[in-house]
């Protein structure tokens, strides 16, 4: 199989490593990829917003299958462009990627398709805005209607800052805050049958103690320990099946990667949103345990056949990253500073290039992605910051608190 992965950051590396140990996988091209991915694939330069060049990518390249990392390209159409040429590709249609270019569109499905969610206000306006916290109650959870790379949601118990970041987004979701703990679920989709991958757990706050702005995301592990027994059965049947149900019926299924970011309530799970494409800094630590053949995985899904693909496999123990951060992020990032120790296995490249003399800097805000397995998740976590330990970025920081309350058992699930 020939394959074609769009993206250059950590999540798209994660996935390199994961087709490039598929034994069906001859011929890997990711574009326009990072150094990490240098060893294990071809890199190509090409611009993933731009449909009819991936379009000849793929045809140069002869690949069997396409598969988009980013959601950009995905809300812009090039999975449409990819399919009518008839290649198989592992991405949602740009309609149906709405569920994450549009928090309200996403909103609008999930309570056609009667999906337990957050009641949300849709504005447009700073009086509408306005209008809206006074009808919710603090923390307010004010939404980016469109894309913000992970940093167009603010948690605030200020409604004057909430009402600024509404005012500087224009079109804003605002909804109620959901308390409990979170769990990202990723599952693989063609439409109608769905593959639940492992749920996992990521820190969005750039602090420890979960603490200052919303980032990317800054570490994660896999599986959660502390998870309710059946789950991932109860969101499969509450969320998932309905959610594609609905888009199936509106004319545009929905074949890829849906990520469920959930909240476990008190009242049960609730969605707090949609992704359309599989999560970063996640993605690295559940594809660090998948046993199943990544590629054979996203194949079916891209050619409607996942109902006949076997059940997947999975590793022993647990999977720990750490997102090592340049400094200035998530505000404005350095860029530009010499790294060393980045050329280990477990580290994976988020934000990296080749300056012209050979040396590798920074090149993002989320710079490298210590990820370690172990027996257990006490064990994963420590392999996962001795593997931080050893990397060198001038002014680089990173939470020491990842999966600390999982090791430590102090994770409550309201109402349990």
Same mark, same amino acid.
């Given at each position: 199989?020939?394959v +074609?992965?769009?993206?250059?950051g950590?999540?798209?590396?994660?996935?390199?490593l994961?087709?490039a140990?598929?034994p069906a996988?001859?011929q890997l091209?990711?574009? =326009?990829?990072n150094?990490g991915?240098?060893?294990?694939a071809e890199?190509?330069?090409? @611009?993933?917003m731009?449909p %009819?060049?991936?379009v000849?990518l793929?045809?140069?390249?002869?690949a069997?299958?396409?598969?988009?990392?980013?959601?950009?390209?995905?809300?812009?159409?090039?999975a @449409? !462009?990819v399919?009518?040429?008839?290649?198989?590709?592992?991405? =949602?249609?740009a309609?149906?990627?709405?569920?994450e270019g549009s928090k309200a569109?996403?909103k609008?499905?999930?309570?056609?398709?009667g999906?337990p969610?957050a009641?949300?206000?849709?504005?447009?306006?700073?009086?509408?805005?306005?209008a809206?916290?006074?009808?919710?109650?603090?923390?307010?959870?004010?939404?980016?209607?469109g &894309?913000?790379a992970?940093?167009g949601?603010?948690v605030t118990?200020d409604?004057?800052a909430a009402?600024?970041?509404?005012?500087?987004?224009?079109?804003?979701?605002?909804e109620e805050?959901l308390?409990?703990?979170?769990v990202?679920?990723f599952?693989?989709?063609d439409?109608?049958?769905?593959?639940p991958?492992?749920p996992?757990? @990521?820190?969005k706050?750039?602090g420890?103690?979960?603490t200052?702005?919303?980032?990317?995301?800054?570490?994660?592990?896999?599986?959660?320990?502390?998870?309710?027994?059946?789950?991932?059965?109860?969101?499969l049947?509450s969320?998932?099946?309905p959610? &594609?149900?609905?888009l199936?019926?509106r004319?545009?299924?929905?074949?890829?990667?849906?990520?469920?970011? +959930?909240?476990?309530t008190a009242d049960?799970p609730k969605?707090?949103?949609?992704?359309?494409?599989?999560?970063d800094?996640e993605?690295?630590?559940? +594809?660090a345990l998948?046993?199943t053949?990544?590629?054979? &995985? +996203?194949h079916a899904?891209?050619?409607?056949?996942?109902?006949?693909?076997p059940?997947?496999?999975w590793r022993?123990g647990?999977?720990?990253?750490?997102v090592?951060?340049?400094?200035?992020?998530p505000?404005?990032?350095c860029t530009?500073?010499?790294?060393t120790?980045?050329?280990?296995?477990?580290?994976?490249h988020a934000?990296t290039?080749?300056?012209?003399?050979g040396?590798l800097?920074s %090149?993002?805000?989320?710079?490298?992605?210590?990820?370690a397995?172990g027996?257990?998740?006490a !064990?994963?976590?420590?392999a996962?910051?001795?593997l931080v330990?050893?990397?060198?970025?001038?002014?680089s920081?990173?939470r020491?608190?990842? %999966?600390?309350a999982?090791?430590?058992?102090?994770?409550e699930?309201?109402?349990?």
């Amino acid at each position: 199989m020939h394959v +074609l992965l769009l993206g250059g950051g950590g999540r798209e590396h994660a996935l390199a490593l994961g087709l490039a140990a598929d034994p069906a996988v001859e011929q890997l091209t990711v574009a =326009p990829g990072n150094p990490g991915m240098a060893s294990i694939a071809e890199l190509r330069s090409v @611009d993933p917003m731009d449909p %009819a060049a991936v379009v000849g990518l793929a045809v140069e390249t002869a690949a069997d299958l396409v598969v988009i990392g980013p959601e950009a390209p995905l809300v812009a159409g090039v999975a @449409d !462009a990819v399919r009518a040429k008839g290649i198989a590709v592992f991405g =949602p249609v740009a309609e149906a990627a709405r569920l994450e270019g549009s928090k309200a569109f996403a909103k609008e499905i999930m309570t056609a398709a009667g999906v337990p969610t957050a009641r949300a206000v849709t504005c447009t306006d700073e009086a509408g805005a306005a209008a809206a916290l006074d009808s919710f109650t603090p923390p307010y959870v004010v939404k980016n209607d469109g &894309l913000a790379a992970g940093k167009g949601v603010v948690v605030t118990g200020d409604r004057a800052a909430a009402l600024a970041h509404a005012r500087e987004c224009g079109r804003v979701v605002i909804e109620e805050y959901l308390a409990g703990p979170e769990v990202s679920l990723f599952v693989v989709t063609d439409g109608e049958a769905a593959l639940p991958l492992l749920p996992a757990q @990521d820190f969005k706050r750039v602090g420890e103690g979960d603490t200052g702005p919303n980032t990317g995301g800054m570490g994660a592990y896999a599986p959660l320990p502390w998870a309710p027994p059946g789950l991932v059965d109860e969101v499969l049947t509450s969320v998932v099946h309905p959610t &594609l149900a609905e888009l199936r019926r509106r004319g545009t299924p929905f074949a890829g990667l849906l990520y469920v970011g +959930l909240a476990l309530t008190a009242d049960g799970p609730k969605v707090i949103e949609f992704n359309a494409r599989f999560g970063d800094p996640e993605t690295q630590v559940v +594809l660090a345990l998948l046993e199943t053949p990544l590629a054979g &995985l +996203l194949h079916a899904a891209a050619t409607g056949t996942l109902a006949a693909h076997p059940p997947l496999r999975w590793r022993d123990g647990s999977a720990v990253t750490v997102v090592v951060a340049s400094a200035g992020y998530p505000d404005t990032p350095c860029t530009g500073d010499v790294i060393t120790g980045a050329d280990r296995p477990g580290i994976i490249h988020a934000g990296t290039t080749r300056r012209s003399d050979g040396e590798l800097v920074s %090149a993002g805000g989320r710079v490298i992605c210590a990820t370690a397995t172990g027996a257990d998740l006490a !064990a994963a976590r420590d392999a996962a910051y001795a593997l931080v330990d050893g990397v060198r970025l001038d002014g680089s920081h990173h939470r020491r608190d990842i %999966a600390a309350a999982a090791v430590d058992g102090r994770i409550e699930i309201p109402g349990r």
